[in-house]
């Protein structure tokens, strides 16, 4: 296993009754790396990303993440949440709690972290998101796709050392993909260590270092995405790319 590994999965196996959802899968993200898994509906996909801290328990295999094992629960696996951030389709916003609050709650109420120097970080992460001037507003008032922005600010609040999204603009409006995007887009760029489960294949063009496409619970391929969308190798992805292309 390389220095550079940070979330390595091998031979994961997971079933939802008789449904194979993940296959022997084995994948490994590298520090800094931003890996887009992208697949037909029902392939495993946001199971994986689920997988990985551990929101979806696994029936075999091994999840690594920075050199440990996945705890099973209590304290440990609190810890490995909070360095692995989760942003999902659904926002999860705390309705009765300002931006800057559900911001803020993570580092205060899990670090035990001071709220001072948690608000000044909370801040910085608004403005970076571009909503700073939205602190104060709760969420109802802001757009989704503002929202979606606080969600990403509010993981990073954690200073985790990876990030994931399963499917993180699948709810937006057409016109606030675009903001989001940007903001993820932005993360990839500073060497923020990333797995995205998304279907925006312009996105997996130009943020990821390496594409993985998954079918029937299997990871299928993986290449680097000039490669994969230039010349997939297998005939699931090239159906699957066809149809998605094409329209």
Known sequence: MSEEALIVLENVNK??????????VNLTVDRGEVVVV??????????LCRAINRLEPINSGTITFDGRFLPEEGRA????????????????????????????????????EKAAVVHDRAMSLLERVGIANQAQKYPAQLSGGQQQRVAIARALA?????????????????????????????????????VVVTHEMGFARHAANRVVFMADGQLVEQAPPAEFFANPKSDRAKDFLSKILSH
Request: glycine share 10%.
């Open 38 to 47: 992208i697949g037909p509906s029902g392939s495993g996909k946001s199971t």
């Open 77 to 112: 696996l609190a810890r490995l949440r909070s360095e692995v951030g989760m942003v999902f389709q659904s926002f999860n916003l705390f309705a009765h709690k300002t931006i800057l609050q559900n911001v803020m709650l993570g580092p205060v109420k899990v670090r035990r």
């Open 158 to 194: 954690m200073q985790p050392k990876a990030l994931l999204f399963d499917e993180p603009t699948s709810a937006l409006d057409p016109e606030m993909v675009g903001e989001v995007l940007d903001v993820m887009t932005s993360l990839a760029k500073d060497g923020m260590t990333m």
């Open 15 to 24: 079933w939802f009754g008789p449904l194979h959802v993940l296959d022997g």
